[in-house]
């Protein structure tokens, strides 16, 4: 079993030596991937300093296009899974293995780490969590399917949905929207508990003005990805 | 149409029409992209000289001045002419999206290649 963890990197010179060493502790049995999107800080300096392995994009693409560039360096080295873990440090390598021992238990095509199993950990706040719940509300309402932490970043697929993502993967704010195209095709996703904590460097790319193009923009992509039928392009 | 609006017409549309075909042949804009910004010109241009034409059209329409014609008419052109402009952007966008993440991926196997080597 060959698996990989995609580290997204913008602007993140602060953590992500931190991130990697962390998950080169905690889950040895995993290899990593940074995709540097075009950091305007010493990210790339880091990386290369550090000897960390990493792909460079030469252009700004935003978390869809970074992500997408792990899911196809992940396909083109015949990885069996890949997981995506910010490099903030919210999630904790540590869930990795059992992420990984559920999708074999359960059959799963994807796993999600969920802050809202157990409710435990940094909880996101008020207004954020109106906002995940709606998604959850209308994920199920489309597909049926319970998905307690939509957007959650930490997302364990198998083959078949590495292949699905590197092919198709949205642009921003992917999560969710791609959620409902894996589950429009069949596939399985199970959640598994996780604390998250609060981030230890840098932004949330979802500031207060932001929100509402958020709120809209997914609802659109969701209701959309709805209606298209399986295998497009 | 009064004729000193029809003669400014004219003038602003042969202006245009000069800048367009002089930013073409400087290879500044792409004809590609620029076509329907001529047609819609040479349209202008045709009601401007013949308003006969547009009297006709915009009666049988229900508009009862024509200069609203002529209004109009570029108002659905433009909307068309944007419409153009942001499917060219989609594709542009993607395109550029696969290549940035084709380059990174070369560079890391050529990266890699040389470090075992």
Redesign the interface.
Known sequence: MKNLIIIPAFNEQDCIKDTVEMIRREAPEFDYIVINDHSTDGTLNVLVDNRMN??????N?GIG?AV??GY??AY?NDYDTAVQVDADGQHDPKYLAMMLDAMKNENADMIIGSRFIENKGFQSTFARRIGITYFTKLIRMLTGATITDPTSGLRMGNRKVIELFAKDYP?DYPEPESIVALLKRGMKIKEVPVMMRERQGGVSSINLEKSVYYMIKVSMAILIENHRQGGKK | MTVQLRIILIILILLSFLLFIHRIKGQKLALQYSLSWLILLIVLFIVTIFPEVLEIVSRTVGIELPINMVFFLGFVFILMIIYNLTSAISRM?NE??DL??R???L??KIHDDEKNR
């Open positions: 990493y792909i460079n994009l030469p252009a693409l296009g997408q560039t196809l360096y083109e642009r | 966008s550029i999206k940035t993440q380059l990174a991926l560079e890391k």
